[in-house]
Nanobody, 123 residues
Framework: QVQLVESGGGLVQAGGSLRLSCAAS????????MGWFRQAPGKEREFVAA????????YYADSVKGRFTISKDNAKNTVYLQMNSLKPEDTAVYYC????????????????WGQGTQVTVSS
């Protein structure tokens, strides 16, 4: 079992920054991939960014490229999402997720999920 706990959400003005953290515990192996997803009210959960524990391969959704940065600290079993130049449309609950295997962008392919952290961007 893998447990994921997100933190770092909050309220920020447009153009501001936030850094989300996802602390992983349990049976996290080097072949796991970690992803960030988000879900806005009335919308489906969507892919934001993902990273491979072992290779460090990174993928971003087009909507966040150049603004968000995903990174990991292997020693702390923690994945981060640095969010800069935030826009009101970034407002959502952000979820951390894990899967065994290669990085994918499909929500249903992830096996473990955190409880989510709210990010609200005011205009």
């Amino acid at each position: 079992q893998v447990q994921l706990v997100e933190s770092g959400g909050g309220l920020v003005q447009a153009g501001g920054s936030l850094r989300l953290s996802c602390a992983a515990s349990g049976r996290i192996f080097s072949r796991y991939s970690m992803g960030w997803f988000r879900q806005a009210p009335g919308k489906e959960r969507e892919f934001v960014a993902a990273i491979s524990w072992r290779s460090g391969s990174i993928y971003y959704a087009d909507s966040v490229k150049g603004r968000f940065t995903i990174s990991k600290d292997n020693a702390k079993n923690t994945v981060y999402l640095q969010m800069n130049s935030l826009k009101p449309e970034d407002t959502a609950v952000y979820y951390c997720a894990a899967r065994y295997g290669l990085v994918v962008v499909i929500t249903s392919e992830y096996d473990y999920w955190g409880q989510g952290t709210q990010v609200t961007v005011s205009s």
